[in-house]
Structure formats: C-alpha cells, structure tokens
C-alpha cells in the first residue's frame, strides 16, 4: 500500500514529499563531495562528476636541434610531484617538479634524428596526457637518400597526395608528350609500386583537391584546350568529370585567392593564347569562368601571392624577353599588367614565398645568372641582393623548410655543375653555401629538372620529388635523412 501511495504522490508532491528524503549519496557527486576528485582533476558543476584535468599547454623551447641539450620547459597545470614525462616514447630521467604549472629537464637528444616529438605526461595517479604539436626538432643540415624509378619516366609535372585512402603519400605524374597521367602509389617507406594509368588527352599540369567534400582526393588537370575535374573513388582509380574551354593550350594551374571569402580559385597559365584565365571550381566539380587577363607575352612561369598585404593575390608572371610581370587587381572586375623592372637578371622562372618571415609573401626568381630575391614591402617591393651570382640556373627553382627550423630553403638546378642544389636559410634573412642534392646525368636547360616536397616515408620530413621532363628520364624521390652533427 505504501509504494503504491508513493507512486500516485510523485506525479502530486514527489515521493520525498510524502515520505520524507528518500535520496542516497552518490559517491560520484562532486558537487556535494568535493574531497572525491583528485588533485588532478576539476568537479563538472553539471555532470557532478570528475573529469581528469592535467594538461600541457607549451614547451619553451619549441624548437631545437636534434642534438638535444640545454634546459626545455613544460608549462600546463595540475602537475604533481613525480610527475613521469615520456618523450619519443622514451622516459626522462631528470624531471625537475618547478610547481603544478612547470617542470624542467634537459633536452633529449632526437630518436633516431627525428623531428617529430610526441610528449607524454603521466602523474602518479595514473592520469595521463599526450601531445605531438608543442615542440619540434630540425636538423643542422640536409641528406638525402636517392630512389630511382623506371617508371614514369619522362615527368614534367607531378601532385602527391593519398589516393587510396591508406594514410600513405601516392604520385599523379603527367609525362612529357604522354596521352595519360601515371598514378603511383605510396609503400609508405619512401618507394612507390608501378603506376596505373589514368587517360588525360595530354594532360600540361595537375593539382589535387577533395572537390566535393567526400573525403576522396580528385584531381584538376589542364591540357587539350580544357581544364577538368577527375574524381577519385578513394582506392586510386579516378572517372572524368566536369571541365572548362580555356583557350589552345592552358598548362600552369595555380591556386589563388581574390577575395576574402572561402571561394576557390584557380589562375591558368596559356602560352599559345597569352592569358591568364580565372576560374572558380564549385562543389560539384564543375567551374565557371570569372575573368580572362591578356598578358600579351609567352609566359614560362606563373605564381600567385599577396605581395602587397590586402588579402588579395598580385598575379605574377614571367617570360625570357621583359623578365617579371605582375597583374593587380583594380576593383572586383579588372586587373591591370605591367612590368617589374629587374636589373641584371633575365628571369627564367618563379615561386612565392615568405623568405624572410615577416608574414608577407615574398618572390624568388631563378635568373639565368643567380637566384633574385623580391620581399614584399608596405606600398613596394624591395630587391634583395642576388644568390649565387654568376652561376648558370635552370628554370624551376622551389623555396621550402626541408630541414625543419620553420624558415624556407631553397631548392635549383646549376646547369655548368649539372646538379641540383640546396640552399638552407641560416634563420636570420640570409642563406648558407649550397649543397648538393643530386648530380644529374642530363644538362639542365629550359626543360629542366622539377621539384616538388611530400612525406613519402611518414617520418614528418619533407622528401624532395624530382621530375625529369628530358626523353627516357626515370621520375626520383629522394628521401631526407636529415639529422645535426
């Protein structure tokens, strides 16, 4: 009788009403028993549960040579005394307890040279926290380990990324005068597997991009008078989509933004029609044509970077009789083109840049005599001294961190040496003596050598892809061995 009196007054009053306080303790209600949540967790007013609270928030230094050395700090809170820290998976010995938000130790030498440094922090009772992306090491100078491919051979333009899916660095290669785009994928240690081929209609350059959001790599190929949309099915193979008239031979793809909202842009390069054609890509892989610029000369290369610092790119472009043009945006609809004086230098190619890490893009051009900074200056540019001077250039020249100390190295082609070389940033503007990457066994001419970075052996260091455009040439990878001395 009584519980069936209950049940009826708990729709009225609540059982607690009729029979007084019928509640238990929850061992597990922080808020009425503070004294249940450890030193290293924090009472959720709402859950009324405990919820673990040790965390680390920056590691100073956040960069270091991969000799190890000196004093590192983490900084986070809820630390406790005899605090374990485990770094690259290997624990240090010298922990030093500063107080809840600080502990002290000597730099570990890097695993194996590795950059990558995954931390680990683990109190005595037994909470844990890991985190990957607060320090970094980088090396003192660069090595590379050189894999040769008999196929594809021939390449004049390559993407990277992972097409099947499987979380490893896969190749999209287009090859001199070929008719299809050779579609290598990853082992995951640096080597590639023989390709399959994907039909193009002699495809000129490629980019890769998930279009339609579904989590499946697609690829943006010019060539034949069109730019189109190859879809990938997310295990390597790719179906033809969408695609756009151009004009006769549109090859260079460049992303860039013109404007300050999330569209996507392409500027494609064409020799034959000498244009530039601005298209916007949509979800749906097709694309419409915003603008057609008329450049009036052959262009050998195109870049596009916000030199001026208004959000919007300057179009940058270069042939072998003026040297450097540029082409700005007046309004929303027009662009003007003009040329870039340059002195002692006939620019043969391009790319941007920040070089001086002054968060303002900056030009580098490949000069047939020296390699010829540009830095983006508030209402200018500003001509830097010239590299190498003297020296006889190829025509592809790449600018990117490859020791892993945040700074962009530079990459080229030395026709009288016949190699390719490596310029590393000495971190303060300038640049150290070069080094050799890879002597080739081709001369080095308007054709010449390609260079692209990826991470085609998952270690967190960027790998130098290497395409050869010259007849019968074999496509290289040659993977960073990098450590300090």
Avoid at 90 to 104: G, K, N, R, T, W
Avoid at 140 to 168: H, M, T
Avoid at 447 to 473: C, E, I, Q, T, W
């Amino acid at each position: 009788m009584k519980n069936q009196l209950c049940f009826v007054s708990a729709f009225l009053f609540g059982c607690q009403s009729v029979w007084g306080s019928l509640s238990i303790p929850n061992p597990e209600n922080c808020v009425s028993s503070p004294s249940q949540c450890l030193a290293d967790e924090v009472c959720d007013p709402q859950d009324q549960i405990c919820h673990p609270a040790l965390a680390m928030y920056a590691v100073s230094p956040s960069l270091s040579l991969t000799v190890g050395g000196g004093s590192v700090r983490i900084l986070g809170e809820r630390f406790l005394p005899n605090v374990k820290v485990g770094w690259q998976g290997q624990p240090v010995a010298d922990v030093q307890y500063v107080s809840p938000i600080e502990l002290s130790f000597t730099l570990p030498a890097a695993q194996a040279g590795d950059w990558y440094t995954p931390i680990t922090l683990t109190n005595p009772t037994g909470q844990a926290v890991t985190r990957s992306d607060l320090f970094s090491y980088y090396s003192d100078e660069v090595r590379f380990s050189l894999n040769q491919y008999n196929e594809p051979r021939s390449a004049r333009n390559i993407a990277s990324g992972d097409f099947n899916s499987d979380g490893k660095m896969d190749l999209a290669v287009i090859a001199n005068s070929s008719t299809e785009i050779a579609i290598c994928l990853g082992n995951g240690d640096g080597t590639i597997r023989s390709p399959t081929f994907v039909a193009s209609g002699g495809a000129r350059d490629l980019l890769t991009l998930d279009v339609d959001g579904n989590g499946n790599l697609d690829l943006i190929v010019s060539g034949s008078g069109t730019v189109r949309t190859y879809f990938g099915n997310g295990k390597g193979g790719f179906t033809v989509g969408p695609s756009i008239p151009t004009g006769s031979l549109p090859e260079q793809l460049v992303w860039t933004k013109l404007s300050v909202g999330p569209e996507r842009t392409l500027l494609v390069s064409d020799s034959v029609d000498k244009t530039l054609s601005l298209l916007t890509i949509h979800s749906d892989g097709t694309y419409s044509n915003r603008q057609t610029i008329s450049t009036g000369v052959q262009m050998s290369e195109v870049a596009a970077c916000d030199t001026s610092g208004d959000g919007i790119d300057e179009l940058y472009f270069v042939d072998r009789v003026d040297g450097l043009h540029v082409a700005k945006a007046n309004g929303r609809t027009d662009y003007s083109v003009g040329v870039v004086p340059l002195s002692g230098c006939v620019a043969l190619g391009l790319t941007c840049r920040d070089l001086n890490q002054d968060g303002r893009m900056d030009l580098l051009l490949a000069c047939q005599n020296g390699l010829l900074p540009i830095y983006g200056q508030a209402g200018g540019m500003l001509t830097g001294a010239m590299l190498e001077s003297g020296s006889a250039l190829s025509t592809h020249v790449m600018a990117e961190d490859l020791n892993g100390d945040g700074w962009p190295d530079l990459v080229f082609g030395d026709q009288t040496q016949k190699a390719t070389l490596v310029k590393l940033s000495d971190r303060r503007g300038g640049y150290l003596l070069p080094s050799v990457l890879q002597y080739e066994a081709v001369g080095m001419g308007a054709n010449s050598v390609l260079y692209r970075v990826a991470d085609m052996d998952r270690d967190h260091k960027p790998d130098v892809l290497l395409g050869y455009p010259f007849a019968g040439m074999t496509t290289s990878v040659a993977i960073a061995m990098n450590r300090s001395r």
